[in-house]
């Protein structure tokens, strides 16, 4: 088992395509979040219930992914940039798990807005934990550039 894992919420797939190319670089364990309740697939219907969830700091059950991550010592953290924040299950795995002594390197995919407030959002979150430069891909990841962005963050495993 590797002690390296990404670990990623996905709903139109860009999150997942490059939280795989992160695993095939760096060999590590990938998991995938699932909320209890699947969020629409018509961009307008989702964003009014991501909205009213994000507005009301809901964080949903988590029916796959929420295993322990004691083995684990760096975890990539992967997300769609949803209205400039992570999306909620990503922050449900966040609050459920004690990231200390660990190294985060956060992951997003984009419309434009590139991470927005998803590190800082993190950071605050995971106050005592190393968290190291992320990467923030509009649109399909390229394998160069994940490949450039993992050499420059210096991370160990
Ligand atoms: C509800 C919703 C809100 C979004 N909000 C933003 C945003 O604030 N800024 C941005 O750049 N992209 C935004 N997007 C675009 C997504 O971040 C982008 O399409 C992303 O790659 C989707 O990832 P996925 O394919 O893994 O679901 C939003 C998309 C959705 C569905």
């Given at each position: 088992m590797s002690n390296i894992l990404i670990v990623y919420y996905s709903l139109f797939q860009n999150t997942k395509n490059l939280a795989l190319e992160i695993a095939k670089q760096t060999g590590g364990d990938i998991r995938e979040l699932i909320p209890d309740k699947s969020y629409s697939f018509d961009y307008n219907t989702a964003a009014k219930e991501v909205r009213?969830?994000?507005?009301?700091?809901?964080?949903?059950?988590?029916?796959?992914?929420?295993?322990?991550?004691?083995?684990?010592?760096?975890?990539?953290?992967?997300?769609?940039?949803?209205?400039?924040?992570?999306?909620?299950?990503?922050?449900?795995?966040?609050?459920?798990?004690?990231?200390?002594?660990?190294?985060?390197?956060?992951?997003?995919?984009?419309?434009?807005?590139?991470?927005?407030?998803?590190?800082?959002?993190?950071?605050?979150?995971?106050?005592?934990?190393?968290?190291?430069?992320g990467i923030a891909i509009n649109g399909t990841a390229v394998r160069e550039e994940v490949a450039n962005w993992l050499d420059s963050t210096g991370y160990e495993s």
């Open positions: 009213n969830e994000i507005s009301r700091g809901f964080c949903p059950k988590l029916i796959s992914g929420n295993e322990p991550i004691d083995d684990y010592k760096i975890i990539f953290i992967g997300t769609p940039n949803w209205f400039k924040t992570l999306a909620p299950p990503v922050m449900s795995f966040i609050k459920q798990h004690n990231f200390t002594g660990k190294t985060v390197i956060p992951f997003c995919t984009h419309g434009g807005g590139g991470f927005g407030n998803i590190v800082n959002d993190i950071t605050k979150e995971c106050p005592k934990t190393v968290i190291l430069p």
